[in-house]
């Protein structure tokens, strides 16, 4: 098992920054990717960013040049950041591990409780 814990949510304006941070835990060796997803309320889990153990990135189309996803593996923490903030970036912010590696875009194995950013017009 996989412990995972969000921190970092709350309220920015449009146009500011953010970082989230999450905390991994537990069998760290099973672990080969860590990704961020976010939630609206009433609608699917959306696949944000990734990064493989390789270091390797991925990001949604809708976050991309804005976003950038790291790791610390000392810490054991995977941050995202995120930059010009907009409205539709509210959401609840999940932080994910993935065993396998492989189609990170489509789900991980392992999910945090989620963390909430709320960005204001």
């Known amino acids: 098992q996989v412990q995972l814990v969000e921190s970092g949510g709350g309220l920015v304006q449009a146009g500011g920054s953010l970082r989230l941070s999450c905390v991994f835990s537990?069998?760290?060796?099973?672990?080969?990717?860590m990704g961020w997803y976010r939630q609206v309320p009433g609608k699917q889990r959306d696949f944000v960013a990734a990064?493989?153990?390789?270091?390797?990135?991925m990001y949604a189309d809708s976050v991309k040049g804005r976003a950038t996803i790291s790791r610390d593996n000392a810490k054991n923490t995977v941050y995202l950041q995120m930059n010009s903030l907009k409205h539709e970036d509210t959401a609840v912010y999940y932080c994910?591990?993935?065993?396998?590696?492989?189609?990170?875009?489509?789900?991980?194995?392992?999910w945090g409780k989620g963390t909430l950013v709320t960005v204001s017009t």
């Open positions: 994910g591990a993935d065993r396998s590696g492989l189609a990170l875009d489509y789900g991980m194995d392992y």
């Open positions: 990064i493989n153990s390789s270091g390797h990135k």
């Open positions: 537990g069998n760290i060796s099973s672990i080969a990717a």
